[in-house]
């Protein structure tokens, strides 16, 4: 059964810190990884992080130097280190596989930073 479940966000402050979670079971990931994406109100969603298959790094400009994602294989954990956090991002923060598939979205996490 697939399964993607996301978890950590919450309300902060404008420069403040969060780490959200992506526990994931079920899932097939190529060579492309996996993501977290982010869906602001009223805007598309968007890729802002990626871990490929390999191990590399890829982010969005806006979330550059900011963001870290990383990721436990033995626990199929995936995790999305966010510092510096800026208004811009408040979003609900999904984790799917890279490109995504319309089957395996979650229910996302809310990130709200307050300026």
């Known amino acids: 059964q697939v399964q993607l479940v996301e978890s950590g966000g919450g309300l902060v402050q404008a420069g403040g810190s969060l780490r959200l979670s992506c526990a994931a079971s079920?899932?097939?990931?190529?060579?492309?990884?996996m993501g977290w994406y982010r869906q602001p109100p009223g805007k598309q969603r968007e890729l802002v992080a990626q871990?490929?298959?390999?191990?590399?790094?890829n982010y969005a400009d806006s979330v550059k130097g900011r963001f870290t994602i990383s990721r436990d294989n033995a626990k199929k954990m995936y995790y999305l280190q966010m510092n510096s956090l800026k208004p811009e991002d408040t979003a609900v923060y999904y984790c799917?596989?890279?490109?995504?598939?319309?089957?395996?979205w979650g229910q996302g996490t809310q990130v709200t930073v307050s300026s």
């Open positions: 799917n596989v890279v490109p995504n598939r319309l089957d395996y």
């Open positions: 079920g899932i097939i990931i190529t060579a492309g990884g």
């Open positions: 871990i490929t298959s390999r191990g590399s790094t």
